[in-house]
């Protein structure tokens, strides 16, 4: 139960950082602001998931729009700007309000500065078990292993070792799988904490590929945790990388799991979880005896966990731009109190802990010159993150266009990359911050406009499918060349409307032939020049001035 002596303590927190009132107003926040807590009861878990592999400060704008459907409609996460910080009562311009929302963000970017970075994280981490040393539970929720030029090159290498530095005792996956099913072995060998996968068995006899629950005790309390990886890489990503291994919510073995921990004596259950945050709140509702659901994949960050029964949903963003922090008290097996917060991990306001920027360094250093090579330089600010186009996709489809001569170019909406300000030079660490994939091949292709209208429902429905299960919690594929009207309200295969070529204003026809480029296919054997390369070209033309455009139309939302 949520206590008033919860509310009041969880306000502290927020005013520290100038939410719930304007009496901090744009005060930059210290460290000890960011770790005050007053902690409760036996058991801590500090929770960070999606970093990406960004092990230095970065700037990360939020979205805005991130549509719900269904029961999730209207609701958090799918709450953005003005609307989430009103829920949450953060006074725009706050330190808050500049970690949570996308309003005001250039300014308030140069105001508080950078976020995340290993460094900074660990050092907030450490604080937290130096003050709770033996009831301290760290879980990583995945995505962790890619999103960088450094864990490219060492495929993962370098995360396994941050992964040390985080003192992570479990963690799971999504993204790494794309390293193929041998080198996820070596990496999970590899790793001082457990891997944990319990809806990915083998195909042949339907075995556990992974371990799929680990416990661990702490302040005397005996706690579960179940690993749930992203049950759709198959399909979001390639097939062929993990041709043996089976995925899926399967939802029967999580309850199977659980059941198994409580017979075990298990007094708290932890799903560590990468299912994204609908699927996780609707399986909340469906499996009894999960205390706590740490969710990833979708980059949600919520200021206060939500409940659904006796469930808590604990969501932390990505790129290590927080971490959250959950206490509980456990009485006769079942959990009594809880007390969370969401720390925004300012990399100005933190010192950093020292061994960590010397892992850092050693692990950047032999590809630092090119790290820092400038390539390009933009004029507008660059970011990724929300529903439809953002500027840096933007950017990545007209070098798609401009260098494969084509009419239409498609880009994958992935979430992961930072944002860029205006006026600043583009590194190539910066575009391999949006590209450093193992399947980034550039390829080209005549389609008719009937097979593009198919291939945006296909991706619409794999969002907007009112049931969560049928969700694959992204975003809208990214457009270059076309303006489309999207209404997520509508059945099946008639949400995408008044389909038209940007080049000659005219309606995209169904049965005539478009050149289209596009990247990160995941078909075998694709042959192409990796997107980074086709990128840095376009840039070395000249600086970019990407602004929001009005020919993608949302509707129904």
């Not at 009831?135 to 450094?150: E, H, P």
């Not at 995925?247 to 708290?268: L, P, S, Y």
């Not at 292709?445 to 299960?469: C, F, H, M, S, W």
Request: hydrophobic share 45%.
């Amino acid at each position: 139960m949520l206590t008033r002596r919860d509310l009041m303590a969880a306000g502290a927190a927020l005013a520290a950082l100038g939410a719930h009132g304007p009496a901090r107003g744009q005060a930059r926040p210290t460290q000890a602001d960011l770790l005050r807590f007053e902690p409760v009861g036996q058991v801590t878990l500090v929770h960070v998931t999606d970093l990406h592999a960004q092990l230095v400060p970065m700037f990360f704008r939020e979205a805005t729009t991130n549509v719900g459907v269904g029961e999730a409609r209207g609701v958090v996460p799918h709450l953005t700007g003005q609307a989430l910080l009103d829920r949450y009562r953060v006074p725009p311009g706050s330190p808050m309000a500049y970690a949570l929302a996308d309003a005001d963000f250039d300014r308030l970017a140069r105001l508080y500065g950078p976020m995340g970075g290993l460094d900074r994280i660990v050092a907030l981490i450490k604080a937290i078990r130096a003050e709770r040393p033996g009831n301290t539970l760290v879980l990583d929720g995945g995505d962790t292993l890619q999103g960088s030029w450094t864990a490219l090159q060492t495929k993962g290498g370098d995360m396994v070792e941050a992964l040390k530095a985080l003192t992570a005792d479990a963690t799971t996956g999504h993204w790494e799988f794309t390293y193929g099913a041998e080198r996820v072995k070596e990496l999970v060998a590899a790793m001082s904490c457990a891997f944990l996968a319990g809806n990915v068995q083998d195909t042949e006899w339907n075995e556990d590929v992974f371990d799929h629950t680990k416990t661990f005790e702490r302040g005397g309390v005996k706690v579960a945790v179940i690993g749930q990886a992203f049950p759709y890489t198959p399909i979001a990503n390639p097939r062929w990388m993990i041709p043996d291994w089976s995925f899926g919510i399967k939802e029967e073995k999580i309850r199977e799991r659980v059941e198994a921990a409580r017979a075990d004596g298990a007094e708290v259950v932890v799903l560590l979880s990468h299912n994204g945050f609908d699927v996780d709140r609707k399986l909340a509702s469906r499996v009894d005896g999960i205390d706590v659901i740490l969710t990833g994949h979708t980059h949600d960050a919520l200021p206060e966990a939500l409940r659904v029964g006796r469930t808590l949903l604990v969501a932390s963003g990505c790129h290590g731009k927080f971490i959250s922090r959950l206490d509980l008290r456990v009485e006769g097996g079942r959990v009594v109190e809880h007390r969370h917060a969401l720390i925004p991990v300012f990399a100005n306001a933190i010192a950093p802990d020292a061994e960590t920027t010397a892992l850092v360094q050693r692990l950047r250093a032999p590809y630092a010159a090119d790290l820092a090579r400038i390539v390009g330089r933009t004029e507008t600010t660059l970011w990724r993150r929300g529903n439809l186009n953002g500027t840096m996709d933007d950017v990545i489809l007209a070098a798609l266009m401009q260098g494969q001569d084509a009419e239409i170019a498609l880009s994958p909406a992935f979430r992961w990359g930072y944002a860029l300000l205006a006026g600043s030079d583009i590194t190539a660490e910066d575009v391999w911050a949006h590209t450093a994939m193992t399947y980034p091949a550039v390829w080209r292709q005549r389609l008719t406009g009937a097979q593009l209208k198919t291939i945006l429902e296909d991706v619409a429905d794999n969002l907007y499918n009112p049931d969560p299960y049928f969700q694959q919690g992204g975003d809208m594929v990214r457009v270059g060349g076309i303006g489309w009207t999207l209404d997520v309200s509508a059945p099946a295969g008639r949400r995408i409307s008044d389909l038209v070529l940007l080049r000659t204003g005219q309606p995209i026809e169904a049965t005539r032939e478009y050149t289209v480029a596009g990247w990160a296919s995941v078909a075998e054997g694709m042959q192409g020049p990796p997107v980074w390369e086709v990128l840095m070209a376009h840039l070395a033309k000249g600086p970019v001035r990407p602004v929001p455009h009005e020919h993608l139309r949302l509707r129904g939302a």
